[in-house]
């Protein structure tokens, strides 16, 4: 039979010799694991005579459970002590300039999509989109300017095989036959996209970023389009005074077209926007012709509609003051950390779109 007293003396001085938690487990196991002290204690019960048995076993079970106790007792203490050391030794000074934090900006030609989307969307316009890579047909014939139509000359096309079927779209408007082929009208779409054409120099780039318009219903006539583009042009030069006026013109998918002047002077070598009595021509604009919704199975009779193109990177350059347009595609990380714009100034119609 074991000796109790025996039993709690070996058990106090283990307990008192702990120190970290591994000391810890292999006293554990070695009064409780399979083979330990007590556990063997235990299994012996069975061989005691039964006079003595019942008092020997609470006697064991109190020991045990005092020493249960004790453990765990230890096992925070431990692990308190650990916190305390680790906090004492991993010191963090937040009094430490932080770290450099180079941010990124927001490229003019993105912020003024951004502004146009966000004012065309308050009139009920919703955003197109066609693929850079476009057929002659939907950018040309489908438009009404079929093949040795002076116009198609003017467009400086890059075509993309020998026979001149495929080619990188010049302007926006073949997206207008895309969406009159999918969509039934009414329609009312504006088409921010990238556009190419062979010129270079300081308003011309090989790559520049074109605004199409759309408003097919019924009963849709010019008047309906100047109110829209005037509503347009003074939210984005954010000028109610702006002045604006229309010039006839020719372009072969309107009937009849024009063109939109809008007033400027120059002040200290600076143009400012909406004052002033000089004219600046902004974009192209006219009633669909006939003959392109012929060609997309549109009645004429029943729906007429307004179209318009406009180009994003010059509204960018005259409203934010940039002279050369060459330098919108440089990559210069110097340039877009002066002209870009914060990611967190997102235009929006009720907090205003630059400011
Ligand atoms: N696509 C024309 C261009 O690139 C711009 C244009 C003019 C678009 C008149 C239109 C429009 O939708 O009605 O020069």
Redesign the pocket.
Known sequence: MIDLAQLQDQIKSKLSGIENQSELENTKSFFLGKKGLITLAFKGLGTLDPSIRKEQASKLNVIKSQLIDKLNMLQQEIASKEINKNLNTEKLDITLPAKKIIKGKIHPVSQVIDELTSIFSEIGFSVAEGPDIENEYNNFTALNTPEHHPARDMHDTFYLDKDKKTLLR??T?PV?IRTMLKQKPPIKIIVPGRTYRCDSDMTHTPMFH?L?GLYLDKNINMGDLKGCLEYFLKRFFENDKLKMRLRPSH?P??EP?AEVDISYKIDNNKIIVGEGDRWLEVL???MVHPNVLKNVKIDSNKFQGY???VGIDRLAMLKYGITDLRSFFEGDVRWIDHYGFDSNDVPTNYRGLSK
């Open positions: 010049t302007h408007s207008q074109q199409e372009f998918f309107t077209s192209g604009c006219g179209a318009f193109g």
